[in-house]
């Protein structure tokens, strides 16, 4: 199977990744909750969520670092290598309610975002320098962040 | 000012936490981000990649909250927290250096260690931040990552 891998080469300052959406649902915030052991109630009981002065229940940081997460290495592909990964959880996101059992009500999409704002070699690496966020509905970017990730540089091609 | 039943808290470190690092884990973990690359979970894909088996992705080290129950690190700052009438905890954000990649099957053993804790003044009033510093081993001993949180008690 021949797969697709970008380079270092392949990419300069200012490179955007292609956008990923999100659409965060209550479905989804019990999922994560059960996957990544996150039993906070703030996630998925309302009058909780009241109590904690957010309104109501609220979309985990963790499950928008995961966004990021796959944003960037999901970009890099399988011979990518994320060195460093932060992100910060500035605004609060509210999830959909459901419809029906699987399908959420109409609401806000997210979309995960990334920019390339350095390339330089660290030793042996090729590295890229990326500024991330997850933006709302209302074009809001609740969740800013960053990471650098190892490129395979051009000789990487030659090689396989 | 950081009262002292939560200060008495820095720099404890609570007791190792071992996890092996399931594939149904990696595989739940992955479906609830809605993460489709197949490195998460399918073999054959992943048995031909650099890897040569299913790994899990960044950030994930078997199970991601590290919670172990104990008097002394981060459950015990919480409680503390919680008991000083700073009930109300946000996320504040998460950063990570990453030096190995964690495959199905590895075993990874994470400290988390409360680093800090500061008194900062918002719009609501006086809040708590906690910074956490976790580290993850894995079963050579080789250093897989290291974690820094922030947790925020108002």
């Known amino acids: ?160 | 000012m950081v009262p002292d039943d939560l200060k008495q808290h820095i720099g404890k470190i609570d007791p190792p936490h071992v996890r092996e690092v399931e594939r149904g884990a990696i595989r739940r973990y992955a479906d609830a981000v809605g993460n489709d690359n197949p490195l998460y979970f399918d073999e054959e894909y992943a048995s031909e990649s650099r890897y040569g088996t299913i790994i899990a992705p960044p950030g994930f080290f078997g199970w991601s909250m590290q919670s172990v129950p104990s008097s002394e690190g981060i459950i015990g700052l919480m409680t503390a927290m919680i008991n000083a009438g700073y009930y109300r905890i946000l996320d504040g954000g998460m950063s990570y250096e990453f030096f190995l990649p964690v495959r199905a099957g590895d075993i990874v053993i994470a400290s988390p260690k409360v680093k800090d804790v500061n008194a900062k003044e918002g719009k609501s009033g006086t809040m708590m931040v906690c910074d956490f510093e976790t580290t993850y081993l894995n079963q050579n001993g080789d250093l897989v990552a290291k974690a820094y949180q922030t947790l925020i008690g108002r």
């Not at chain 1, 609740?142 to 091609?157: H, K, M, R, Y």
């Open chain 1, 1 to 160: 199977m021949v797969k697709e891998q970008i380079c270092w080469e392949d990419v300069e300052v200012g490179y955007e990744l292609p956008t990923l959406e999100k659409i965060a649902h209550s479905l989804m915030l019990v999922k994560w909750a059960g996957a990544s052991g996150d039993f906070n109630p703030h996630h998925y009981e309302e009058a909780f969520g009241q109590s904690q002065g957010t309104g109501g229940t609220i979309v985990h940081g963790l499950l928008k670092h995961a966004w990021l997460i796959q944003l960037v290495t999901n970009w890099m592909g399988d011979e990518g290598f994320m060195k460093k990964f932060s992100c910060q959880y500035r605004g609060i996101d509210y999830p959909r309610k459901m419809k029906t059992m699987n399908e959420p009500q109409d609401g806000d999409t997210w979309q995960c975002k990334g920019k390339i704002t350095n390339k330089y070699v660290d030793g042996d690496d090729h590295c890229v320098d990326l500024e991330i966020g997850v933006v709302n509905g209302k074009g809001e970017v609740t969740t800013p962040g960053s990471a650098t990730v190892i490129l395979p540089s051009g000789e990487w091609q030659l090689d396989n």
